[in-house]
């Protein structure tokens, strides 16, 4: 007996993505549909990349690093600024990302955007299943290509936060932290928290 196969049908709404995602597009275009939607996108090449929402207990964690660094940075006699994202940075022309968190020092206050910043000095990805491949693969050989001293990536399923430093034009992993242990960067002279911080409600 011979089975009959048909095409998957899609809806007009994955019609639409499909045909938009293959196409390349300007970074005006982007900002526009960034700031329609207040959408969580990123430019990759020109290709506009969606991602999906991430939950509490991601933004959860943000909170709480952002948090701390804004604190650190308030107590410095020049105050650096933090941001998360939704927040634009451009890596380079035709490359935009969204970093979890990031943080420019004082002396780096110039590359503060409205829109779009330039280069931050420290960068944080929170991982999640949807966005783990991208964190560890791709943004992780894109960060060290712009210059990014330092890229943390903290892992909310093992609970630990793994520490990489720019050495030329590639990351080193300077440490790996866990429950109990202190974390403590290695470019911002003074900034540490307790692991287990990140997880508080």
């Known amino acids: 007996m011979r089975v009959l196969t048909y095409p998957e049908v899609k809806t007009p709404e994955q019609t ?3 045909w938009f995602a293959e196409r390349v597009w300007g970074e005006d275009v982007y900002l526009d549909l960034a700031n329609r939607g207040n959408a969580y996108v ?3 090449n020109g290709r506009v990349v969606f991602h ?3 939950t509490v207990s991601h933004q959860t964690v943000v909170l709480n690093l952002a948090s701390a660094l804004r604190t650190y940075a308030r107590a410095l006699p020049a105050p650096g600024r933090v941001l998360i994202a939704p927040a634009p940075i451009r890596l380079w022309p035709l490359k935009i990302r969204e970093p979890d968190v990031a943080y420019y020092k004082a002396e ?3 590359r503060v955007g409205e829109q779009v910043s330039g280069i931050p000095d420290f960068v944080a990805e929170v991982l999640s299943p949807s966005t783990q491949m991208l964190d560890t693969g791709p943004k992780m050989l894109e960060y060290a290509l712009a210059g990014i001293p330092e890229y ?3 892992d909310p399923e093992r609970r630990t ?3 990489y ?3 030329g034009t590639a990351y080193r992993l300077a440490g790996e932290y866990s ?3 202190r974390v403590a960067a290695q470019t911002l002279p003074g900034f540490s928290l307790e692991v287990d911080e990140l997880w508080e409600p």
Do not use: F, N, R, S
């Open 108 to 110: 780096h206050l110039d």
């Open 161 to 163: 936060v793994a520490i």
């Open 152 to 154: 943390w990536l903290v």
């Open 179 to 181: 429950a109990d242990q």
């Open 165 to 167: 430093v720019l050495e």
């Open 52 to 54: 999906m929402m991430p």
């Open 16 to 18: 639409l993505y499909e």
């Open 42 to 44: 990123e430019l990759d």
